[in-house]
């Protein structure tokens, strides 16, 4: 998979994760608290540091 198509398919995921957590707070395992958050820290980060990479290079074009 691309960086590109990963970033694409987190834009999506990402939100649903987030509401996904907040709805189902209660129910969902300690276990998968740590791994939610470190996946959302992680993906965001990513998405972040593309998207600031396609406007630097949108930029320099111009």
């Known amino acids: 998979m691309g960086l590109e198509r990963f970033v694409r398919i ?4 990402i939100p649903v994760l987030l509401v996904a957590g907040y709805l189902f707070a209660d129910y969902l395992p300690l276990l998968f608290l740590p791994l939610g958050v470190g996946y959302i820290t992680f993906a965001s980060l990513i998405c ?15």
């Open 10 to 13: 987190n834009l999506v995921l």
């Open 48 to 62: 972040l540091a593309w998207g600031l990479s396609k406007a630097s290079l949108s930029v320099r074009s111009s």
